[in-house]
């Protein structure tokens, strides 16, 4: 019996979002239906992009869209679609719903694989005087050897002799064929979890998405003959991906992880699988000797996976490492130079744990000069951070933070201090930054603690990140404000009007001074004095005789608002000749006058306060003196407007606070009339 084997494999899984997978292979010269999905109730259109061509495809309303793809060229093709409005007039087309795309293997015919196995043919012998003239051309064609070359050919004109026919060679051994993609079948729990419904076209979908756990675990299973080390460790890791875009076309959120672990338990010839994967994923040749197994009744089928689909991804993500494997390379070649250079002109960083939690991530750095301080601050100025993209998801999961403006969490004041802080507590910091030549000390004294070279950037390009993450538009632009004493809502400002450096800062400035505008050279002056010298310039006339014009309508401008207001003032103290300030605590004091309104345990209740404004009177109860719906609550007090004929009446409720009441004239400004109410239900009033 074949033994069954399980593999697990940790490494970084890719989403179904991240790579197109293809769903299907087709013969070269043949064609294969492939049907768009697509909503359509009524006619619209999608556009198909295949390779550089561009395809319009017309959808009826409530049907399905088929497009036909004919096998050209050995080897996968991306094809895509999305709705787009097709114009034709009066017969314009609206853009269909949905988009989306799939990758299409397009293999060798069965013919021509049958053509490129067999054997090639084998020449026929020449006839016998062509031998000899071609073995007598041959020998009296190297200028070596000619005395060889004449008795040769003496001889065959001599004795010509009969030549034998070449024994026919045996046919060389072919190689083996590679075993053909085979696909694997997917099985989840029969768990109440994955239960499934169906949808009227008959495809099935999760009943309940919302009851899958976030990281999913599948058990890979295989013949243990069939696969290689490293080709069974390209599969596996294949799988995730197309897991992700089995359970997506199924209902489930787009954001599920899928984790292989192990599940096979072997006891002699009998096999049993334990319950640590929801998921099974089964070569099909193997699928056969599992049905007998200890457990396997705890799985029900849900989809295939395409073996050359499975192949054509495992194919994808070793490039993708591949490329990465060449990156990292490449990075830590460019760090090694650097810091052999004991260059400054770069700066990077190293990530030495990924994020614990919600918490600000744990970035740290030296204290260096102003250059290296500002290029620090930069490195992680920029939307995208300069990490890793497991660093970034991992943070993103973990719901981890991070402070722009001041993103280290530990200045350290030199490396060797760094460097003894995180032996202690290896948990201090998660990523590290400075020049090359410290990363490269680092991590000779890391050994063999695992780390990551992040990416390593000019020092003038994470300056200018820096100072764009403050408002300006480069690094320059923040040392011209630095120069002039602006901040970046200035410099802004002075851009507005051609001012970008300090040479036309001080032809501005200059021309201020002369014209007697103002002496003082800073933005706000110079603002104004551009404005107006621009405003002067349609009327002839200079930025002092603009700005002496305009203060003038200001002034006077002002002394009609003063009017204003005075008269203004003057209705109202007619209007409300009085007005009362009530206020609750000790000696005078104005602590919390709720606290005189409500009632303090179960026997007390709380109190009103009554007002009565010329003939209408109201009573406002505990809440709406809380809300203002009185006067206006001020630190001393309630203050409350009172016309000329008024009665105002307060009930206190508190046994140790007083309540306090005094009325004053509006226009003098003289305390007519205070009273208190110290004891509990105590009343201060007052009327005219």
Known sequence: MRHLTATLLVGLAFGASQHAQAQLTVEKGKTVAIEIPVEADTVCNIELVRGGEKIDVRVESNKKSVYQFVGREVGEETISWEGKIKFRGLKTLGPCRGDGSMVVATIESGAQKQANAAPPDVAPAPPPAVAAEESQSAQASNPETPQAAQTGSDQAEAKAPEPKAPEPKAPEPKAPEPIAPESFEVYVSNSADYKMIKKLDGTGVFSDPSRLAKVQKFCPLTLSETYDDDSLESIVEAIPGLLGNIFNSKG?????????????????????????????????????????????????????????????????????????????????????????????????????????????????????????????????????????????????????????????????????????????????????????????????????????????????????????????????????????????????????????????????????????????????????????????????????????????????????????????????????????????????????????????????VDTELKLTLGSVSKVYKMYQIANNRVGRMQRDGLYIDLPRKFNLRAQNASKSLTLTLKVYDRVTKKMMLQKEAGSLYGVVSARN
């Open 252 to 604: 489930a959120k787009a954001d599920l992880r899928f984790s292989a672990v192990s599940c096979v338990r072997s006891n002699g010839d009998r096999v049993s699988l334990e319950r640590t994967a929801s998921i099974l994923v089964i070569q099909k040749s193997a699928e056969a000797q599992l049905l007998s197994a200890d457990g396997f009744q705890r799985y029900v089928p849900l989809e295939t996976i395409d073996g050359p689909v499975l192949v054509a991804a495992a194919k994808r993500l070793e490039d993708v490492r591949a490329q990465a494997e060449a990156k990292v390379a490449s990075r830590e070649s460019e760090l090694e130079d650097l810091a052999t250079q004991k260059s400054k002109e770069k700066i990077g960083s190293l990530t030495l744990s990924l994020p614990k939690g919600r918490e600000n991530l744990r970035l740290c750095t030296r204290t260096g000069e102003a250059d290296f301080n500002l290029a620090a601050g930069g490195y992680f100025a920029t939307k995208k951070l300069r990490l890793s993209q497991n660093f970034i998801d991992t943070a993103i999961e973990k719901k981890s933070q991070i402070d722009r403006r001041k993103p280290f969490t530990s200045t350290f004041p030199d490396l060797d201090t760094f460097y003894l802080a995180i032996q202690r507590d290896p948990k201090l910091c998660e990523v590290y930054v400075d020049y090359p030549e410290n990363l490269k000390v680092i991590i000779g004294a890391l050994k063999d603690r695992p780390y990551e070279l992040n990416p390593l950037v000019p020092v003038s390009e994470a300056k200018s990140d820096w100072a764009r993450q403050r408002g300006y538009e480069n690094f320059s632009a923040y040392k011209f404000s630095e120069t002039i004493s602006a901040d970046a809502k200035g410099l802004k400002q002075l851009s507005e009007r051609n001012v970008t450096n300090i040479n036309e800062f001080n032809k501005a400035a200059a021309r201020m001074v002369k014209q007697g505008y103002s002496k003082q050279q800073n933005v706000r002056n110079l603002v104004a004095f551009l404005d107006d010298e621009k405003n002067g310039s349609a009327s002839n006339k200079s930025a002092t005789e603009v700005k002496k014009q305009r203060e003038g309508e200001s002034r006077q401008a002002a002394i009609k608002r003063a009017a204003k207001n005075k008269a203004e003032r003057v209705q109202y103290a007619k209007k409300y000749p009085f007005y009362a300030v009530l206020s609750c605590g000790f000696n005078g004091s104005n602590m919390s006058l709720v606290a005189c309104f409500a009632g303090g345990g179960r026997s007390s």
